[in-house]
């Protein structure tokens, strides 16, 4: 008796192979959108910035524990007064077009990072005034003043490096081809579609590299992306929370999890414009009723499966500049009703503007519920993301869900959200003691300063709360079984050393 | 013929002016700052600035539009602000993909609708129209996502069949092509079938009562002929409008059903733009798709001509 599945599979099959043979070593991994820009220096989605992973080494990487290590810099000293940072970089190192890279490829493309027009990595360096060239492999970053978290951000795609040659003969149309010196160079892109990258021969740390070619499928719906994972269509990607139950009941993929960097928390509008004459935008007891009100880890419990931190700070309870004498608040009703009483606010009414996102609506939800008992009437507002922001700018909120992607160093998760006047801090929050310490942390090196400059910046912060952070979301990958050397880093890129498909 | 050619086309311009001014106004109606939306999640006012200067985001409406429309008269239709190429290339690229989902959606709908709809039509008011008809109804009520991705857990998921998304061109692997396409074409041809098939059965109904057919059956004609040669060729001119108008659908994108199968065509680059806010790709996908529109109906009415000698006077 004919087996007709199994003809229909043998014919299909069939035509999917026909097309020709498959690179033996291409490793294929999910995207959760299409990137924008590949340029380092004008790119500006976190995507963008998982693909250059492959293509463009920077000056420093991180480790496992988020520590500063090696890439095309080998070594690295301060000077005395901390305003200069002299970078040995590491010799016979190439760009793909075969131009070394030396201290002038470095001096070019810090100096195209802080000055070219539209350039989103300006903000990162803006503490370097120039860059000396010492000899052929050592440079000179000079500051105008002490900034510790410089190395953090050279370890980011501020630190970027990119031939010469070939982005002074693109201009701005470099990211259509970018030229760097990563392990994998730039083969083809079709918007939305596919990126395809190839090894690069000359790579300075080819042994790592077990890999020919990587190509990048931006597939935006989870479940698609999923089930492309499933039926052996991607080798690798991340997946949210909600779908770990899905993956976990199929033998084919594997998993793993990292801690990230990022937060996600209620960014409260304090004093910018109308919105903010609340009881809620006025009254520091008002907030801390709302966040004694919230159950972190209910909330993690029921909008993600218990898979995330929960957290009451910039960072997460397991990094180093976590403040640990002022630990995640417990639940308590009474106290809240009590701190609600006090401000004579008993019932706030507070407007809650999140995005269309039905993991960001749920969450929001739970919030509410638990708010409810408090006596808060919380409404809720789903906002297109881009509307969203708009408002959030111009003040137009008094409480807005939203996260943050996460930074290296502690200072990228609070300096220019919190303190008074940066660009992103839309409650428009500003205390001159907060901002004293947080400067202060900028300009020493050594982690145990810092931290003592952090904890008196906490102090103000978790009871002014502008921000009431909940909890800080973990990278969360599925890989087909063939894949093996795979380790997950806090900042959420994939990187290709060591990967390699059985 | 010509008079009745040259006409429609003198309506051409003036049409692709009222499109391009509707699309333009109410672009700037959608809420969020464009500049903002694209400057990243850092938003550095120098970057913001910067974009706001470069796109002309700054400038009074009247002058944006006439900045814009003055490049499309020249071939410019502009350069997307999110991933810095010419919006004319990104349409370029596009539309070959959609086009061909189009096409392989009609043929499905073709291929299933008008054979069921002429039975329908014959058998009227027996089990074979009532299973037509229930047929129809499930094409039409089933939502696109739904569909295309209960077919991708079965189909690739479980069976392991086809690629459960992505797009292959026809010029790198033909069967690869067809493999990545089948399932979105059926989803899109089998709601397009019910509706073909609903206005193939009523046209064909009251053309088979027409008195030339009673002469065509007395005359002896085969029922086959009098079906397929006499009365279909009438029932065809409102199936041929509606076509024509479901291809010109297509054309614009099926967004749901790109984005399911993460099918890189219009109907993606559209939603992307419009979440992103990058007014030129919109407007230049927009006028495509009116060009398109227009050029279609253009065809059906030269159908129609072709089939109906009446209306070629």
Known sequence: MINWRTLIATCLFGFTLSGGAAVAQTLRIGLAEDPDMLDPTLSRTFVSYVVRTA????????????????????????????????????PGVKFHDGEPFDAVAAKFSIERHLTMPGSTRKSDISAIS???????????????????????????????????????????????????????????????????????????????IKLDRIVYLPIPDTTVRLANLQSGGLDLTQVAATDLDTVRKDPRPKLAAVNGIGYSGITINVANGERSKTPFGQDARVRQALELSIDREALNQVVFNGEYQPGNQWVPPTNSY????????????????????????????????????????????????????????????????????????????????????????????????????????????????????????????????????????????????PIIYLYHPKWLYAMSARLSGFTSYPDGLIRPQGLRLD | MSTFLLRRLALVLPTLFFVSLLVFGLQQLLPGDAALALAGEERDPGVVAFLRHKYHLDEALPVRYVLWLKGVLSGDLGESIRIKRP????????LP?????????????????????????????????????????????????????????????????????????????????????????????????????????????????ADYVRTARAKGLSEAQVVLHHALRNALVPVITLGALEFGELLSGAVLTEQVFTIPGFGKLIVDAVFNRDYAVVQGVVLCTAIAFILLNLIADFAYALVNPRLRG
């Open chain 1, 55 to 90: 293509l463009c080494d920077k000056l420093f990487d991180i480790g496992l524990e988020q520590e500063i290590v090696p890439q095309l810099a080998s070594q690295w000293e301060w000077t005395d007064d901390k305003r200069g940072l002299v970078i040995k970089l590491r």
């Open chain 1, 130 to 208: 120039r860059v000396e060239i010492i000899d052929d492999h050592t440079a000179k970053l000079v500051m105008s003043t002490p900034f510790a978290p410089l190395l953090a951000q050279l370890a980011t795609s501020a630190g970027t490096m990119m031939s010469p040659k070939a982005a002074q003969a693109a201009g701005e149309n470099f990211g259509s081809h970018p030229v760097c010196a990563g392990p994998f160079k730039f083969v083809e892109r079709v918007v939305q579609d596919r990126i395809v990258l190839e090894r690069f021969a000359d790579y300075w740390d080819k042994d790592k």
């Open chain 1, 322 to 465: 976590y403040d640990k004498e002022r630990p995640i608040p417990a639940r308590d009703i009474a106290k809240a009703k009590a701190l609600l009483a006090a401000a004579a606010a008993p019932n706030p009414v507070v407007a809650m503007t999140v995005t269309n996102n039905p993991v960001v609506l749920q969450t929001a939800q739970v919030i509410q519920a638990m708010a409810k008992e408090s006596g808060f009437d919380m409404r809720i507002q789903a906002t297109e993301f881009a509307s969203a922001l708009q408002l959030s700018a111009k003040g137009d909120f008094e409480a807005f869900l939203l996260g943050w992607t996460g930074r290296i160093d502690p200072d990228g998760n609070i300096y220019n959200l919190i303190t008074c006047n940066s660009p992103f801090n839309d409650g428009h929050y500003c205390s001159p003691e907060v901002d004293r310490e947080l400067d202060a942390a900028r300009g020493v090196e050594a982690r145990v300063d810092r931290m003592f400059h952090y904890r008196i910046a906490a102090e103000h912060l978790l009871l002014d709360l």
């Open chain 2, 87 to 94: 919006v004319r290339d990104l349409i370029l690229e596009k």
């Open chain 2, 97 to 209: 993909v959609t086009a061909e989902l189009a096409v392989l959606a009609i043929v499905i709908a073709l291929s299933i609708g008008l054979p069921m709809g002429i039975l329908a039509a014959v058998k009227n008011d027996s089990a074979v129209d009532y299973a037509a008809t229930m047929t129809a109804l499930w094409g039409r009520s089933i939502p696109n996502f739904w569909l295309g991705i209960l077919l991708i857990l079965l189909f690739s998921v479980e069976w392991g069949l086809l690629p459960a998304s992505g797009f292959v061109s026809p010029a790198e692997s033909l069967s690869r092509n067809l493999a990545t396409l089948i399932m979105p074409a059926f989803v899109l041809g089998n709601a397009l079938a019910a509706v073909l098939m609903r206005h193939t059965r009523s046209a064909m109904l009251e053309v088979l009562s």
